[in-house]
Nanobody, 115 residues
Framework: VQFEESGGGLVQAGDSLRLSCRAS????????MGWYRQAPGKQRQLVAT????????NYEDSVKGRFTISRDNAENTVVLQMNNLKPEDTAVYYC?????????WGQGTQDTVSS
């Protein structure tokens, strides 16, 4: 499976961004998906997950109430809606399956939040 992320940008604190990830492969609708992020000098962190049919969603504590994950299995896409962004959300955001296994990571999309 391969991934192509898009939608990042430079915004101010309190703004919103909508990230999109398109996945290749015919088994997307069987996969639990997640959005990860990696801030400069830090390890990659899982921030949101969504079950194969979109029924179950989980969020890392720091993004609860601000980020919403969704998916469209017909389009092989997973979306991360990010509201009320904070400077500490600045990172490169990636999508991948859960677990990521041997999947190749995409290039990610850079989100920069200024204070």
């Amino acid at each position: 499976v391969q991934f192509e992320e898009s939608g990042g940008g430079l915004v101010q604190a309190g703004d919103s961004l909508r990230l999109s990830c398109r996945a290749s492969g015919s088994t997307f609708n069987e996969k639990v998906m997640g959005w990860y992020r990696q801030a400069p000098g830090k390890q990659r962190q899982l921030v949101a997950t969504i079950s194969d049919r979109g029924t179950y969603k989980n969020y890392e504590d720091s993004v609860k109430g601000r980020f919403t994950i969704s998916r469209d299995n017909a389009e092989n896409t997973v979306v991360l809606q990010m509201n009320n962004l904070k400077p500490e959300d600045t990172a490169v955001y990636y999508c991948n399956t859960i677990p990521s296994g041997g999947n190749t990571w995409g290039q990610g999309t850079q989100d920069t939040v200024s204070s």
